[in-house]
């Protein structure tokens, strides 16, 4: 596509309080242009954006599609809201999905595109947090607000510009990156993939579209200093940003200490407070098997010296077609749980599928030796929360990459 964007002056989002899409728009919003969008949900994306001065119209009172020079669309209103992505291609303006309009933004900048599985956000986060305290001033799209700069978005100066490149659908492969860097491979996104090998082809081909590669971060493991986030997979995501740190010339010692005062992002187990009866609230975006096992070990890591904790988990799956793929994954990955509430699934890009559900799910975990119960709405979750008990020796986590933490905001008084 040749499209210049100094002629842009007006792009309108369909589906703008996506994590991702959201920066986007802030971004495009940055460089002076006219932005606004249409969202089904509310949250913290779309609050961020209004503060942002962008206007961000309810899908339940949208009637016509604004003019614009060009329309960017998120992948989930293929399915939420087609009938306005085919209106906005029946335009003849430009019309981009996500990715490709960020390749678009990114084509004047050495892209340090950060890719893999699990631990993308997070990685992303610690390498732009290095990159910031190092004097380099990037520009930085990542799918959390980071802590640092309390955004999923960041203008920078500098010719740099991180982002966190997610694998689905093959986005990630938009890129011709300055440093393509890769946490690690495991098989997901199988409604998009074949299989394993059909994901690790992928990544082949991300890895030879980059000018540098970093997939083998081991030496920097025993660099990792103390982390204030826990567990094994942040010191791997930790060693990982190291390494980008060592390939761009930053000091190591300057890259170590800023690890050191790292703080997290949003979602990504995220304590949340404590109550008055001292429950401790955690939230985290984990929804993937792997995911889970390694969020519930960082917990009881972190509380190992308190004796008698007791962790619940509200967990929300995403898609119907993660949870069939990874069925028997999901069914034995909650081991460090003495409770699991399973919410319906969240569908976000797909038609339901009434071969899956949450019940079944939580059978399979019930018969692998774990306690769990499903709900079929967030109603009849909230009642049975509420009817339990949670004092100075409890842990509540809510997990999932859709709406789970909702729970917590509307049961618990927590600061």
């Known amino acids: 596509m040749n499209l210049d964007l100094s002629k842009i002056k007006k792009v309108y989002f369909i589906g703008i309080g996506g994590i991702g899409i959201s920066a986007l728009a802030k971004w495009a919003s940055a460089r002076g242009m006219e932005v606004a969008g249409v969202n089904d949900e509310e949250g913290k994306t779309t609050d961020s954006l209004r503060e942002f001065g962008i206007e961000v119209m309810s899908k339940t009172v949208f009637d016509k599609l604004p003019e614009a020079d060009m329309y960017v669309y998120s992948d989930a209103w293929l399915n939420r809201g087609p ?27 050495k892209v340090i595109a950060i890719s893999g599985t699990h631990g993308k956000t997070t990685t992303t986060a610690m390498v732009a947090d290095i990159l910031i305290d190092a004097g380099i001033d990037p520009t930085v799209i990542v799918g959390s607000f980071v802590k640092k700069f309390d955004s999923n978005f960041r203008e920078g100066k500098s010719e740099y510009l991180i982002v ?64 204030l986030v826990p567990g094994e997979h942040n010191r791997k995501n930790a060693a990982l940003a190291l390494a980008v740190a060592d390939l761009l010339g930053i000091k190591e010692e300057l890259a170590i200490k800023s690890l050191e005062n790292f703080e997290g992002t949003w979602r990504r187990l995220e304590k949340r407070g404590k109550t008055k009866a001292g429950t401790i609230i955690y939230d985290d975006y984990a929804h993937h098997p792997t995911e889970v096992r390694a969020s519930l070990q960082a917990l009881r890591e972190l509380y190992t010296k308190e004796q008698g904790k007791k962790i619940t988990v509200v967990f929300q799956p995403h898609l119907y077609s993660r949870t069939k793929a990874l069925f028997d994954d999901f069914a034995k990955c909650f081991h460090g749980a003495d409770k699991i509430v399973l919410l319906p699934i969240y569908f976000a890009r797909e038609n339901p599928d009434k071969s899956i559900s949450s019940g079944l799910l939580a059978d399979a975990i019930c018969a692998n030796g774990d306690k769990a119960i499903a709900f079929t709405d967030f109603e009849l979750a909230e009642e049975y929360i509420k009817s339990q008990t949670f004092g100075k020796d409890d842990i509540f986590v809510t997990m999932g990459a859709g709406e789970s933490y909702k729970i917590a905001d509307k049961l618990f008084d927590f600061q």
């Open 83 to 109: 009938e306005i992505i085919e209106d906005a291609r029946n335009t003849g303006k430009p019309t981009l999905s996500y990715f490709e309009a960020l390749k678009e933004f990114s084509k004047d900048y």
């Open 164 to 227: 966190e490149a997610d694998e689905y659908n093959r986005h990630f492969l938009q890129f011709n990156p300055f440093i393509g860097a890769v946490t690690n491979i495991e098989a997901d996104h199988l409604d998009c993939y074949k299989d394993l090998d059909d994901i690790k082809k992928s990544f082949d081909q991300f890895l030879s579209q980059s000018e540098h590669k970093i997939t083998n971060y081991e030496k920097y493991l025993e660099k990792v200093p103390k982390l």
